[in-house]
Structure formats: structure tokens, C-alpha cells
């Protein structure tokens, strides 16, 4: 059983060893490698088989509680690291964090394939527990969150995927994702609140991000349609400090976020230090595609 009193570091970092001892002698990396080849073939079924018996194994005997002193994360990579750390000391939590399951797949991989596959299975309720797990293990994924605003739009519960979505935003550095986000809250807002002009500055945010956004495009023309129809008239307005006021009046942010920001600077601190200037460069792409107000 893996279970200690974690009251120091020493004993800290013996413990998190014993965790990742374990993912070897599971085959973890292989058997979510499995998973992935069968979720991309529509073999649902298996690859749930698959991970709910992996994780069955994974969780048996073994308990550990982040705490105020010591926490242990699976990250996918340094820059999610760098996020939590920094949050944390943004929030004032003096926390060793630990970072686990370094090999191919972070623990938070196991869980949110599980759920990825639980998902096109509609097993929504098992889906939305496979997905917490995943973000216990990766609290800064915004694909995590995204995979989890996907099933609260499953079960008909859009102010939960608001909710995540906006979380989503706090952590993504991908100029993909950061259009889908900017998508679905303009579908939020036009559904729901039918606050078109909202929707549709969204809709037009969207694409600074992804130019062609078909979606988006659909989105607009949606509310277009709804307009003509009451016989009622909204400019689509794609000026960028129009876009930047209208929502940062509404609390949504208008680009990454500075965690984000300050993340992606750290990092590039470190490569520059190791002189890796191929990672540099990748990292100063990254920023500018996130960055509208340059």
C-alpha cells in the first residue's frame, strides 16, 4: 500500500518514488498508447476497458492528499509546472510542489483519455469523475478543462461550462484552443442571454485566433438570422479596441492571461540560460500568437 506520513521532504520525496515505481511496473505509458490507437479507430469500448482496468489497478491501496506543506502533480511538461508554481506564489501558498509520471503520459493523460472515451460511450456522470481526477492531477490543463466543459454541455448545464471554459482561459497557451473558447462562450451568450452583440464580438475575437473558424462563422450567421427575423440590426464590429472594451466590461479576458505570459517568459529565462535556442525561439512564437495587445 502507498501511504505515508508525508510531514517532511525527505519522506516527501520517498513517497512520490514509490508512486512512480508503480507506473512502470503497470506499463501505464504502453496501455494509454493503446487507449489513444483505439479511441482514434472509434473502438470506444476497448479502450475503456482498457484504462477503467488500468485505473482500477492505479488506485488500489493507494491514498495521498495534497496539503498546505506538500503536493504532488502530473504536468504535461515544464510549462505547466512553471503555471502552478507561479500561481501559487501569486496566491501567497508556500507549497514543495512535486512533479510525477514524467515518462511518455502524465497520470493526467490515464484519466482524461478515460474520459475522452467515456464521453463518445455517453457515460456522462462516469466521464465528469474520470475528468476531476484528471484535473486533481493537472489543476492547470486547460484541455482538462475543456474535456469537462464538453460533458457539462452533454448534461444540459451551460453555466458550468461557462465556468470552465473561463478556467480554460486562465491556462491556455494554444492559439486553437483559445479560439474554441472565445466559440463557445459566443454560443453561451447568444443562447442563453441572448446578449447578441456579446456573441457576436466574440465570434469576431474568435478568429484573431483562428482566421478560418467555421464554427464562429456559423455563429454569426445564426444571429444574423435571429436579427432579420425581428426585423432588429447589429454591426459585426472586428475593431480591436472595440473587441479588447467590450470584453474586459464584461469580465472576459481579451488575451492569455499574465500567469500565461509570465510562464512562457520564465521559461524562456531558463532556455536562454541553457543556451537552447531552438526552444526560444518556439517559446517567442507562442507568445506573439497569444498576444493581441502587442
Not at 441572448?194 to 482566421?211: D, G, I, P, R, T
Amino acid at each position: 500500500m502507498l501511504i505515508g506520513d508525508i510531514n517532511n521532504k525527505k519522506s516527501f520525496k520517498k513517497f512520490a518514488q514509490q508512486f512512480d515505481n508503480e507506473k512502470s511496473k503497470l506499463n501505464i505509458d504502453e496501455k494509454v498508447d493503446k487507449a489513444i490507437e483505439l479511441i482514434q479507430e472509434n473502438k470506444f469500448q476497448s479502450a475503456y476497458k482498457i484504462l477503467g482496468k488500468l485505473i482500477k489497478n492505479f488506485e488500489a491501496g493507494k491514498s495521498f492528499e495534497n496539503n498546505e506543506k506538500f503536493a504532488l502533480y502530473s504536468f504535461n511538461g515544464p510549462m505547466e509546472h512553471a503555471m502552478k508554481a507561479y500561481e501559487n506564489k501569486k496566491n501567497n501558498i508556500n507549497q514543495e510542489l512535486m512533479h510525477i509520471g514524467e515518462d511518455k503520459h502524465s497520470y493526467f493523460n490515464m484519466y482524461y483519455y478515460f474520459a475522452d472515451a467515456l464521453i463518445e460511450l455517453e457515460k456522462f456522470d462516469e466521464a465528469e469523475d474520470a475528468i476531476k481526477k484528471a484535473i486533481r492531477w493537472n489543476p492547470v490543463s486547460d484541455t482538462g478543462y475543456i474535456q469537462y466543459a464538453t460533458i457539462a454541455h452533454n448534461k444540459n448545464n451551460p453555466e458550468l461550462e461557462k465556468e470552465l471554459i473561463n478556467k480554460a482561459l486562465e491556462y491556455t497557451y494554444n492559439p486553437t484552443y483559445m479560439a474554441l473558447c472565445y466559440t463557445v462562450l459566443g454560443y453561451y451568450y447568444a443562447n442563453e442571454k441572448q446578449q447578441y452583440e456579446l456573441a457576436l464580438s466574440l465570434f469576431a475575437h474568435s478568429m484573431n485566433y483562428k482566421k478560418d473558424n467555421s464554427e464562429a462563422i456559423d455563429g454569426i450567421n445564426d444571429i444574423f438570422q435571429i436579427l432579420s427575423n425581428s426585423g432588429r440590426k447589429i454591426d459585426l464590429k472586428s475593431n480591436s479596441n472595440y473587441l479588447k472594451e467590450i470584453l474586459l466590461k464584461n469580465n472576459i479576458p481579451y488575451e492569455a492571461s499574465d500567469l500565461v505570459k509570465d510562464s512562457i517568459n520564465y521559461n524562456i529565462e531558463i532556455c536562454e540560460e541553457l543556451n537552447d535556442f531552438e526552444e526560444i525561439n518556439t517559446l517567442q512564437e507562442t507568445l506573439s500568437q497569444i498576444t493581441i495587445n502587442k
